[in-house]
Nanobody, 123 residues
């Protein structure tokens, strides 16, 4: 059974930091790309950051570039999203998802999905 376990969300003040984790099991980690997506209340889900486990190619949405860093620990089958200098607009439920092959910005193309973890940025 494939499982993606997202964790690390919480309440943080503007300018603070959080690190999200996505622990993956039940698939060959190196064959998949992992994406972090988020959905804020009343807004569409958007791709935040993506990484290919095989070659560590990455993608960042323009809204998070320079503040978020995605990384992969292939020994632990875990992908991290380090979020620094958080802004109010980063408040959302964050989801991780896995896709076979190269990453995609399209949520619907992913093969497996984790549950969300809530990030709340307060002033």
């Amino acid at each position: 059974e494939v499982q993606l376990q997202a964790s690390g969300g919480g309440l943080v003040q503007v300018g603070g930091s959080l690190r999200l984790s996505c622990a993956v099991s039940g698939l060959t980690f190196d064959d998949y790309a992992i994406g972090w997506f988020r959905q804020a209340p009343g807004k569409e889900r958007e791709g935040v950051s993506l990484i290919s486990s095989s070659d560590s190619m990455t993608y960042y949405a323009s809204s998070v570039k320079g503040r978020f860093t995605i990384s992969s620990d292939n020994a632990k089958n875990t992908v991290y999203l380090q979020m620094n200098n958080l802004k109010l607009e980063d408040t959302a439920v964050y989801y991780c998802a896995a896709i076979y092959g190269p990453y995609s910005i399209s949520w619907n193309q992913y093969d497996y999905y984790g549950q969300g973890t809530l990030v709340t940025v307060s002033s």
